[in-house]
T-cell receptor
């Protein structure tokens, strides 16, 4: 079963705009990770945030984590057509078993 | 570093047959996990191998089995294939201290 859900399920924006997607989960976690998937192929790791961290940056990516609300958000700034993909959050309770959300399909229009 | 490699890339099998999928982990990684991703869904955890033993298992029937070899590579076996087993099968490798790196997956179609 899925741990939680990403919101929105689908997002369409213009190139240069920011994209924000949210993830909610159900149980206590050790860390949360975001992955990108292009055209139903392999998952590319984007960023990991630990349960004792509240915000993390990597290039154009900004991730926040609110453990009290059991939620996380991924912000992609100045989006590009190449950012078009599905984005998944995955939680780890400390057992190295990842529980994935349902994903957000992002489409960036040139 | 070749990263995580999976073979084959695509596979078509008939209902009732058996299939074996293979995974070579990223160099230095000793833990291999397998996931099933149905179309339009997030990946679902099947099981995880560490030190050649199955350490954790998701909610999958016994038709799904696996193996890890001394060189850390792994196989996923599925017996008595059902149409519902059609999916992308992803292998992920990691250590006890790193995030997981995923392979490109094997697309299994059961007809």
């Amino acid at each position: 079963s899925q741990q939680g859900e990403e919101d929105p399920q689908a997002l369409s924006i213009q190139e240069g705009e920011n994209a924000t997607m949210n993830c909610s989960y159900k149980t206590s976690i050790n860390n949360l990770q975001w992955y990108r998937q292009n055209s139903g192929r392999g998952l590319v790791h984007l960023i990991l945030i630990r349960s004792n961290e509240r915000e993390k940056h990597s290039g154009r990516l900004r991730v926040t984590l609110d453990t009290s609300k059991k939620s996380s958000s991924l912000l992609i700034t100045a989006s590009r057509a190449a950012d078009t993909a599905s984005y998944f959050c995955a939680t780890d309770e400390g057992t190295y078993k990842y529980i994935f959300g349902t994903g957000t399909r992002l489409k960036v229009l040139a | 570093d070749a990263g995580v490699t999976q073979s084959p890339t695509h596979l078509i099998k008939t209902r009732g047959q058996q299939v074996t999928l293979r995974c070579s982990p990223k160099s230095g990684h000793d833990t291999v996990s397998w996931y099933q991703q149905a179309l339009g869904q997030g990946p679902q955890f099947i099981f995880q191998y560490y030190e050649e033993e199955e350490r954790q298992r998701g909610n999958f029937p016994d038709r799904f089995s696996g193996h890890q070899f001394p060189n850390y590579s792994s196989e996923l076996n599925v017996n008595a294939l059902l149409l519902g087993d059609s999916a992308l099968y992803l292998c992920a490798s990691s250590t006890r201290r790193t995030e997981a790196f995923f392979g490109q997956g094997t697309r299994l179609t059961v007809v």
